[in-house]
């Protein structure tokens, strides 16, 4: 049985900083694609951040230089660094595993993961 927890959301002022953590249990994070997705009210759940088996990593363009997506093995553990936070950023963020590799396209697609988190949420205002 593969479980995904996040935790670290909150509420935090415009140019703040949150970090974000998943904790993954049945599941092997060294083999796997993981991600970070977003999902704002009345919206689609977009992709934010993804990252392989190797460490090779992908962000969404609206992202890129704020947020750093990084994974720790030894303790099954995903991180999303968030810096310089703006109110669009506001949303329930989920942690996701992928059941197999992953094309560079796919990485930020929500059809390619199999494995979902219960979400944190983030709010920037």
């Known amino acids: 049985h593969v479980q995904l927890v996040e935790s670290g959301g909150g509420s935090v002022q415009p140019g703040g900083s949150l970090k974000l953590s998943c904790v993954g249990s049945?599941?092997?994070?060294?083999?796997?694609?993981m991600g970070w997705f977003r999902q704002a009210p009345g919206k689609e759940r977009e992709g934010v951040a993804a990252i392989d088996s190797s460490g090779t990593t992908r962000y969404a363009d609206s992202v890129k230089g704020r947020f750093t997506i990084s994974k720790d093995n030894t303790k099954n553990t995903l991180y999303l660094q968030m810096n310089s936070l703006k109110p669009e950023d506001t949303a329930m963020y989920y942690c996701?595993?992928?059941?197999?590799?992953?094309?560079?396209?796919?990485?930020?697609?929500?059809?390619?993961?199999?494995?979902w988190g219960q979400g944190t949420q983030v709010t920037v205002s």
């Open positions: 049945g599941y092997i994070y060294s083999n796997k694609c």
């Open positions: 996701a595993a992928s059941q197999g590799t992953l094309s560079w396209y796919d990485r930020l697609r929500v059809y390619g993961y199999g494995y």
